[in-house]
């Protein structure tokens, strides 16, 4: 530490009063990222270890905005992976809505937890109603911007995917689908373009998100990622024209609930055939094959492979960089996975604007950090699949 305190020593020297808190700031926030990417590290900087674990890779400017002004840090960059630190902005607004949705459940007590106690424990005991209303309401606006935002430009791939919550309605207490969108555009680059809360998965409930999403702008979609949600693939097709890629984790899911424990091993192998084909061509003849086989011992499985067909093979007619990303939504897990760990604090929501609020504002944080981080996919092949007006499915496969 003796390095640390000469810099600490020299700012305090050279710093004018009205610089000095900005420049603390400064230093203690670089040096929190300096140790934290050691620990990412397993190592220091330019240090030989047999231990290390990942590699820096120079810094990112980035402005950080407080109390004493606007600071300017240098995030470190990882050559796997990426690091973002929490003590900036964009984690604020997550955690004022968690916040505000503990604060709403416990003052109109509705929830069936021990919200007391957590509240309490986070120092929020004797909160009145009206701040509460100031504080969503500040919230509100935020995430309303955000989630009513113009969409410019093409989106060639649209994720879908639902993260089922329990909110209370009319006295009930009912299951609701929060619906999470993510698309990648012409950069290459993921954004989130809308979340929405949906008492089913009916066509109708399907076509009039799709057509929000529409009517702010989403245009040139050619796949859509997600589940096999009822009355998805009807509204997909009358709003936006657009094939649906079945996610392959969950058919697989679904294919190995039709056979027994003992042959679950060799028909994952089996399929797996299928999806390591390398065209879509081979893959359906592999497939047809598949069919043929477990039909006498696996009827049932035989009937779904015929169903899926179309829907799981889906992604093959597209470029083969983009195969990895495209055939699942595990690009969303790590989204449902915070997205569960904020609301099982709150168990059950008191409304449905609670619901929109704190996933709404989960998702403004994760869209300021996919910013600030490397595209998702290649710019020229995504360009590619946008202006692909004359080429037909095996010209694109073969990119």
């Known amino acids: 530490m003796t390095d640390d305190r000469m810099a600490l020593k020299a700012l305090l020297e050279k710093a004018s009063d009205t610089e000095l808190l900005s420049e603390m700031l400064a230093f203690v926030a670089n040096r929190l990222m300096t140790l934290d990417v050691e620990q990412v590290c397993n190592a220091r900087a330019h240090e030989r270890n047999e231990e290390r674990t990942n590699h820096r890779n120079g810094y990112r400017e980035r402005t950080w905005a407080t109390r004493a002004g606007t600071v300017a840090l240098k995030v470190p960059k990882l050559r796997k992976g990426s690091y973002f630190p929490e003590f900036l902005e964009p984690r604020r607004a997550a955690e004022k809505a968690m916040t505000a949705v503990i604060q709403e459940a416990y003052i109109k007590g509705l929830s069936t937890r021990s919200v007391d106690d957590l509240v309490k424990a986070m ?11 100031r504080l969503c309401a500040d919230i509100d ?34 299951s609701v689908a929060a619906i999470v969108a993510v698309a990648v555009n012409t950069d290459g680059r993921r954004e989130v373009l809308g979340i929405a809360v949906m008492p089913s998965e009916a066509e109708a409930f399907w076509g009039e998100f799709l057509r929000s999403l529409a009517d702010r702008g989403l245009r040139g979609v050619k796949l859509i990622i997600a589940d096999e949600h009822k009355g998805l693939k009807g509204a997909a097709s009358k709003v936006l024209g657009a094939t649906i890629q079945r996610c392959r984790v969950h058919f697989m899911r679904n294919a190995l609930s039709c056979v027994g424990r003992r042959d679950k091993a060799i028909v994952t192998a089996a399929l797996r055939t299928a999806f390591d084909a390398d065209s879509l061509k081979a893959s359906k003849e592999q497939w047809d094959k598949l069919i043929e086989a477990f039909q006498p011992r696996h009827a049932k499985l035989a009937e779904l492979m015929m169903r899926a067909e179309e829907d799981v093979l889906a992604y093959k007619s597209f470029p083969r960089a983009h195969w990895q990303q495209l055939h699942s939504t595990n690009p969303l897990e790590r989204l449902n996975k915070e997205i569960k760990r904020r609301t099982n604090v709150i168990g059950i929501f008191p409304n449905e604007a609670a619901i929109t609020r704190l996933v709404g504002a989960l998702m403004l944080e994760q869209n300021d950090e996919w910013a600030v981080t490397r595209r998702y996919m290649s710019l020229e092949t995504v360009r590619d699949v946008c202006h692909d007006g004359t080429m037909d499915a095996a010209q694109i496969a073969s990119m």
């Open 123 to 133: 120092g929020l005991a004797g909160i009145s109603k009206s701040q509460v209303s």
């Open 141 to 174: 606006e935020r995430v309303n911007a955000f989630l009513e935002r113009p969409l410019e430009g093409e989106w060639p791939y649209l994720w879908l995917d639902a993260t089922y919550l329990k909110v209370r309605r009319s006295g009930r207490i009912v």
